[in-house]
């Protein structure tokens, strides 16, 4: 598949230079990821609204062996019957590759201050992807000032790992620029979607905003993981993690802050885990209007006996939409 675009900021090398391109920009982006999102077809001539659900302990242990009957799905006030379910397995990471078509995205800090780690983080990233074997694909989007992105199949994994091993650190940190383009080019693609986010830093460069970002990101059903490694960072270290969290959180995915890049291996085994163990919930909505309307989703456990799980998932979708049709 090989390369997709070099800096492609919303088809232009530096489309997004002025206040007015960003908005219009993101208001595209938002556009082509709500209509994606709401034209998702995993069976013929049905729409399914599909989450992805992650229950884990106490421990943060994924928690394994449940059935539909186990979860009960309200959207906007109104109970849904679930039609679609899977689930998978952290020791036979083979099953979810089979359920529904994985595609894995890495967005990678490149930035002059990763010099220093860059080596570690290369390996750590590497290891990851050497352990995965379920994506039929790999995006690669690596950023400093400027956006590189590529795509790589199943079967091109020594370029993709090269591609990684090349780039050197260098420039400012396009962070929330980096996520966005990642975004508009996966939401098109049919199944599931996670994207793994490294940063040693915030966003120093970009000219998408934080608001315009967690709105695509509410708008995709992309579940996003976010490792910061801000020990280098000074006055700006907790807004920096307050937003990696926030980015996570709205998809569903989680935000870690390692002490050393050293830790990396243990979040990256625990991620692929999660992956690995995730329950697919698919329903046909009650509400058939197609007016393109947000529409809050409420998933719940209704086992007694697992009232200490942590689940996580998306907290709604965008409907379709249909000139006329929502009269």
């Known amino acids: 598949m090989g390369e997709i675009a070099r800096s492609n900021r919303c088809s232009t090398r530096r ?26 077809r995993f069976k013929a001539g049905v729409d399914l609204v599909q989450f992805a659900v992650v229950l884990t302990d ?3 242990t994924p928690i394994t062996g449940l059935k539909p009957e186990d979860f009960e799905i309200v959207e ?6 679930i039609t679609y379910f899977t689930q998978g397995d952290p020791e036979d990471g083979d099953n979810l590759g089979e359920v529904s078509p994985l595609h894995l995205g890495l967005t990678l800090d490149t930035s002059g201050s990763m010099e220093r780690d860059i080596q570690d983080v290369r390996t750590a990233v590497i290891k990851f992807l050497n352990a995965n074997n379920t994506a039929m694909d790999f995006t690669l989007v690596d950023f400093d000032t400027e956006i590189r992105v590529a795509r790589y199949g199943a079967d091109e994994m020594e370029r ?11 420039g400012w940190t396009a962070l929330f620029d980096a996520v966005g383009v990642y975004l ?3 939401g098109p693609l049919d199944g599931q979607k996670i994207m793994l986010l490294y940063t040693d830093g915030g966003d120093t460069r970009s000219e998408l905003t934080f608001s315009d970002l967690l709105d695509l990101l509410k708008s995709s059903d992309v579940t996003l993981y976010a490792i910061g490694y801000l020990e280098n960072q000074g006055s700006s270290r907790m807004q920096s993690q307050n937003q990696l969290q926030r980015m996570a959180a709205i998809t569903g995915g989680q935000a870690f802050f390692p002490s050393s890049v050293k830790e990396l ?12 163990a995730r329950y697919s919930l698919g329903y046909v909505s009650s509400d058939s209007r197609k007016d393109g309307a947000w529409r809050k989703v409420e998933i719940k456990l209704k086992r007694p006996d697992l009232k200490g799980a942590k689940l996580r998932t998306r907290t709604g979708y965008f409907a379709p939409y249909q000139p006329g049709s929502h009269h």
Do not use: F, H
């Open 15 to 40: 489309a997004w230079r002025t206040k007015a391109a960003v908005g219009l920009c993101a208001a595209c982006a938002l556009a082509t990821l709500q209509s994606a999102a709401a034209q998702q």
């Open 160 to 170: 993709l790992i090269e591609r990684i091993r090349r780039r050197k650190p260098d």
């Open 184 to 186: 508009n080019g996966i």
């Open 58 to 60: 106490k421990q943060g």
């Open 265 to 276: 291996d243990k979040l990256y085994d625990k991620i692929q885990r999660e992956i690995a």
């Open 76 to 81: 906007e006030g109104k109970p849904q019957t």
